[in-house]
T-cell receptor, first 114, second 113 residues
Framework: DQQVKQNSPSLSVQEGRISILNCDYT??????FLWYKKYPAEGPTFLIS?????DKNEDGRFTVFLNKSAKHLSLHIVPSQPGDSAVYFC?????????????FGKGMKLTVNP | EADIYQTPRYLVIGTGKKITLECSQT?????MYWYQQDPGMELHLIHY???????EKGDLSSESTVSRIRTEHFPLTLESARPSHTSQYLC????????????FGPGTRLLVL
């Protein structure tokens, strides 16, 4: 049973517009969430993270929002650029024993059109 | 940012062959990980290590084995490759602190014929 779900497999947006990538989780023990970006034939690259004590974290064009009651997080990219075209993975972990284990979603392919 | 290397990047091999996928990191990270990923699917943790002489199995059962004799090196071995082992194998490392970020290598794409 998937604990981290990225229900939309793909998203296409125009350059300069906002991209919103969504992620849902089922395990209430998760308290740390990360987004990774992956280009073809490369490994995932860390993008941004958020702890459960926060509801928002911002880094340049990237903002992650966390809604703990809904077990939902989203990544906003503003403005979107063609170089953002990649597969984005949501991941989650919990503190304590086993905290080294990241649970990943299946990823969402973002295409930013010029 | 971590420097983590994997070789080979691509490998095509016949059934029954023994293979070793190499992973090295230069950041002195204590924790290292191996993930397996099929196209369109999530990454699954197959092995991890807390440090030298420490290895643990991940959430996804795998016929592969790992060793951690040196901090910087975490090779993965398949004694007898089979077509079902065809996948992408990703190595990662982290500092071992709470809330640490895992940094990934470029991956090895394995095709077993």
């Amino acid at each position: 049973d998937q604990q981290v779900k990225q229900n939309s497999p793909s998203l296409s947006v125009q350059e300069g517009r906002i991209s919103i990538l969504n992620c849902d989780y089922t395990n209430s023990m998760f308290d740390y969430f990360l987004w990774y970006k992956k280009y073809p034939a490369e490994g995932p690259t860390f993008l941004i993270s958020i702890s459960s004590i926060k509801d928002k974290n911002e880094d340049g064009r990237f903002t992650v929002f966390l809604n703990k009651s809904a077990k939902h997080l989203s990544l906003h990219i503003v403005p979107s650029q063609p170089g953002d075209s990649a597969v984005y993975f949501c991941a989650a972990s919990s503190t304590g024993r086993g905290s080294e284990k990241l649970v990943f979603g299946k990823g969402m392919k973002l295409t930013v059109n010029p | 940012e971590a420097d983590i290397y994997q070789t080979p990047r691509y490998l095509v091999i016949g059934t029954g062959k023994k293979i070793t996928l190499e992973c090295s990191q230069t950041m002195g990270h204590d924790k290292m990980y191996w993930y397996q990923q099929d196209p369109g699917m999530e990454l699954h943790l197959i092995h991890y290590s807390y440090g030298v002489n420490s290895t643990e199995k991940g959430d996804l059962s795998s016929e592969s084995t790992v060793s951690r004799i040196r901090t910087e090196h975490f090779p993965l071995t398949l004694e007898s490759a089979r077509p079902s082992h065809t996948s992408q194998y990703l190595c990662a490392s982290s500092t071992g602190q709470v809330r640490e970020t895992q940094y990934f290598g470029p991956g090895t794409r394995l095709l077993v014929l």
